[in-house]
Nanobody, 124 residues
């Protein structure tokens, strides 16, 4: 299984970005929950948003709730993270991850496949 993120970049405060995560090497029987995590310099990697296998359940961290939207297209094996009203504190490397279970988890230990990450930089 391979995850490849794209869509990161440099944006001004208040701007928007849309991240994509393409999943390859898995079958329809292996579809599980997916999550976005981020890691800022000198900080621990933190959970940002998660979406269940079917997309019916979604969960956000308090720091991004109301500004970020996670979605998925199982037919395209792709997960998205729409990020609006970006703040300088959102600056981090964003990682897409595939969970071991079908329901959402905010625990890093529940994710067994990770992408290489994409840099998001928000200038003030």
């Amino acid at each position: 299984v391979r995850l490849v993120e794209s869509g990161g970049g440099l944006v001004q405060s208040g701007g928007s970005l849309r991240l994509s995560c393409a999943v390859t090497g898995s079958t329809s029987n292996d579809i599980t929950a997916m999550g976005w995590h981020r890691q800022a310099p000198g900080k621990e990697r933190e959970f940002v948003a998660g979406i269940s296998r079917t997309g019916e359940s979604i969960y956000y961290s308090d720091s991004v709730k109301g500004r970020f939207t996670i979605s998925r297209d199982n037919a395209r094996n792709t997960v998205y993270l729409q990020m609006n009203s970006l703040k300088p504190e959102d600056t981090a490397v964003y990682y897409c991850a595939k969970s071991t279970i079908v329901s959402i988890s905010n625990l890093k230990a529940m994710y067994d496949h990770w992408g290489q990450g994409t840099q998001v930089t928000v200038s003030s």
